[in-house]
DNA sequence: GTAATATTGTTATAAAAATAACAATTCCTC
DNA sequence: GAGGAATTGTTATTTTTATAACAATATTAC
């Protein structure tokens, strides 16, 4: 299949998720374009131009089957075989991101985290180790460890990328404020939470123009 | 002025740290559009139209002011008043953010945490004090509170919500997995982990496409 | 001082994303 | 079973965002 948008794959994994809670919550196997957008706060019309992208149709009329569309959705943003994914730094926000991670995500592994202070080291949560920082090469390589979640501080930002880049990593989600300059084959995605809460700011103060 | 597009704005956060850096680092009042726009790993003519909208220009030919630049943008990204924000839900996440929020910046206050576990109530990092979630009204009114990040677990997420738009919030960013139905007025930045990662591992996969 | 060069500021174009419009289909009512 | 209503699927349009093109200006080299 042609590569879909990136804003489409963004809802794609949302609508996965709404669809799954809402299976749960009404045990309803039928949807309308409308209920899941109102799920979401977006329109109908980005729902089913959506769908429409991954080339799954309901039989018009009735909504569509929650669980053909569950498993339509998971075929496109899951890979075949499971990818395995590490956090390096466990700070409050990679111990955070770990427990984002528990419960099912049977394609996405979290296999291990990384950090620096011996404390920390040898500590395991939901089945996570901790390992040090000095066994990363090592041990990216032995787990097959293919998309790096980046939480370390910010001096040993730079650091850490250098060593996941040499490793042959393919992904990184890099939630520090370092920007990090990788070839561009590894495919980076960066979050900001002060960008993010600055631009709450100011929209709170524009909000009337 | 104008409201500026999103994308801008966003840019904007990122210049001004970015500068603020460069000028700590070389100790130079220079910049170069297709310097800033290096470090920032974007093109030299988005760095240069994101300034033209801000309307600052430089003396053609020798780069952009450096000190003259951050104050530009930080007249236009902060508030003439401080603003004040409370973090809710004090586990990792919300830790990561107020350890994140340590250091100079003067217009937006971080100004109390709030969690429903009775051990982590009184605790205080980085001179922010964690208070109880019964509180949550009575100090959103007394703080002058505006801007709330929600970090809560899931199952609590739409009742906070409820009591911070009753409370007359102004802007919520949401880290919860939770779509939030909100009214129209309240600016809502959502930000979901999880997406991010799935987007990660499409893109991983796709990338020869 | 003139030509070449580097850089900005701005307009024009292209690409991406969202929204609107509407035909086609199915279901329901009578 | 005819007519109306609701919903999908798709094309057309608009909006937003990014990129490209290029004139204007200043600097440097000679």
Redesign the interface.
């Known amino acids: 299949m042609?590569?879909l948008p990136?804003k489409t794959?963004?809802r794609l994994?949302?609508y996965r998720?709404?669809l799954n809670n809402f299976y749960a919550d009404h045990n309803s196997n039928r949807i309308f374009s409308h209920e899941l957008a109102a799920?979401?706060?977006i329109t109908a019309v980005q729902v089913r131009r959506d769908i429409m992208f991954i080339g799954y149709s309901s039989s018009q009329r009735k909504g569509y089957n929650v669980q053909e569309l569950i498993q339509v959705i998971s075929q496109?943003?899951?890979?075949h075989e499971p990818?395995n994914?590490a956090v390096v730094g466990y700070?409050?926000?990679g111990?955070?991101?770990t427990?984002?991670?528990v419960g099912n995500?049977p394609?996405?592994n979290l296999v291990a985290a990384f950090d620096i202070d011996p404390k920390k080291i040898g500590q395991e949560t939901h089945n996570i180790k901790c390992y040090s920082i000095d066994r990363l090469r090592e041990i990216l390589v032995a787990k097959d460890i293919?998309?790096a979640?980046l939480?370390v501080p910010t001096h040993a930002a730079k650091d850490m990328a250098k060593i996941l880049v040499q490793t042959g990593i393919?992904?990184?989600?890099n939630y520090t404020?370092v920007?990090?300059?990788i070839p561009p084959?590894i495919?980076l995605?960066e979050?900001?939470?002060?960008?993010?809460?600055?631009?709450?700011?100011?929209?709170?103060?524009?909000?009337n123009?």
Chains 1, 2 share one sequence.
């Open positions: 042609k590569i990136e794959i963004e994994s949302q998720r709404t799920l979401l706060n496109i943003i899951d890979t990818i994914v700070g409050n926000l111990k955070a991101i427990t984002y991670f995500r394609k996405l293919t998309i979640i939480t393919k992904g990184i989600l404020t920007n990090l300059h084959e495919y995605e979050y900001d939470m002060i960008t993010s809460l600055e631009k709450v700011a100011y929209f709170v103060k524009n909000k123009q």
